[in-house]
């Protein structure tokens, strides 16, 4: 009986002593890109055609999520550049959105998606190609990333287009409303205008 109930003292003081202890940090991520893969040209894409920011000056934000742990993450990229998350290398050719006045609005990325293939733990990876192509943001089911790991989607393309202006704050609108209701006073420049000043014909008859 008393080894019977000792038995159960002993398995919670391991468990507080495991509790106490420092948790474990998680090992980092790989983000360096192999030299083959930095350097090589993106693929050929449609010209640009000089409306809007300059393609090598956009931003595209893609998100990426490893299913397994079900950890998603945004990755910041520029046409021309590729990037590394662990397994995975995300390249941009380019990214575009449609204008302000077009309808419906569009989203897209031409990305490629490579993923590292190991035939045991801790050899080198073999990097296959798992996707290539136009990503969109509104329009998903056009194209997908099969992959039983990994999903890459586009969500946003930072650029802009001529014409565009920012709103005006609400407490500037409200301010000109306010001017213009209470009347401004004229400035020293519309005191002085011709037509403020009397005619020589009323002089005149004044003087008279």
């Known amino acids: 009986m008393r080894r019977a109930t000792a038995l159960p003292a002993l398995l919670l003081l391991g468990m ?18 192999p030299k083959e893969f930095a350097s090589a040209d993106m693929p050929a894409v449609v ?7 300059p393609r090598e000056e ?13 950890l998603t993450q945004d990755i910041l990229i520029k046409p021309g550049e590729s990037k590394r998350v662990g397994d995975v290398i995300v390249r941009l050719a380019t990214c ?26 801790g050899a080198n990876p073999k990097w296959m190609r798992a996707f290539s192509g136009w990503l969109f943001k509104n329009s998903p089911s056009l194209n997908v990333v099969e992959h039983p790991i990994y999903d890459v989607w586009v969500k946003d393309c930072a650029m802009s287009f001529p014409g565009e202006e920012s709103p005006l704050p609400p407490q500037g609108r409200g ?27 009323a002089s005149a008859s004044n003087a008279e």
Do not use: H, M, Y
């Open 47 to 53: 010209a640009d055609e000089g409306l809007g920011t």
């Open 96 to 121: 575009e959105k449609t204008a302000p006045w077009e309808n419906p609005p569009e989203t897209g990325a031409f990305v490629q998606v490579l993923i590292a293939q190991r035939s045991s733990p």
């Open 175 to 201: 301010a000109a409303s306010s001017a213009s209701a209470a009347g401004a006073e004229p400035t020293p420049e519309e005191s002085a205008s011709p037509a403020a000043a009397p005619s020589p014909a």
């Open 58 to 70: 956009r931003v595209a934000t893609l998100g990426l999520l490893n299913k397994r742990n079900n």
């Open 16 to 33: 507080l002593a495991a509790c106490k202890g420092e948790p474990s940090v998680p090992e980092g991520q790989e983000t360096v890109v």
